[in-house]
Nanobody
Framework: QVQLVESGGGLVPAGGSLRLSCVASGRTFSIRRMGWFRQAPGKAREFLSS????????VYADSVRGRFTISGDNAKNTVYLQMDNLKPEDTAVYYC????????????WGQGTQVTVSL
């Protein structure tokens, strides 16, 4: 089992920045990839970015490429999402997820952290 805990959400004005953190515990050695997702009220969950835990290869959704940066610290079992130039449409609950397979679905999810971007 893997447990994930996100932090770093909050209220920020448009154009501002936030850095989200996700700390993994448990069978962390089994994690192959970690990702960030978000879900706004009334909308489907949206993939944002992911990072390979062995080598650090990253993937970004078009909606956040150039504004968001994912990074990882294996020694701390932590993944970060640096979010810059935030827009009101970025308002959502942000979730961290972990996958123990190289492809397929994410098996483990955090509880989420709220990000609210004001005008």
């Amino acid at each position: 089992q893997v447990q994930l805990v996100e932090s770093g959400g909050g209220l920020v004005p448009a154009g501002g920045s936030l850095r989200l953190s996700c700390v993994a515990s448990g069978r962390t050695f089994s994690i192959r990839r970690m990702g960030w997702f978000r879900q706004a009220p009334g909308k489907a969950r949206e993939f944002l970015s992911s990072i390979d835990t062995n080598g650090g290869a990253t993937v970004y959704a078009d909606s956040v490429r150039g504004r968001f940066t994912i990074s990882g610290d294996n020694a701390k079992n932590t993944v970060y999402l640096q979010m810059d130039n935030l827009k009101p449409e970025d308002t959502a609950v942000y979730y961290c997820a972990a996958r123990i397979s190289t492809i397929g679905t994410y098996q483990y999810w955090g509880q989420g952290t709220q990000v609210t971007v004001s005008l």
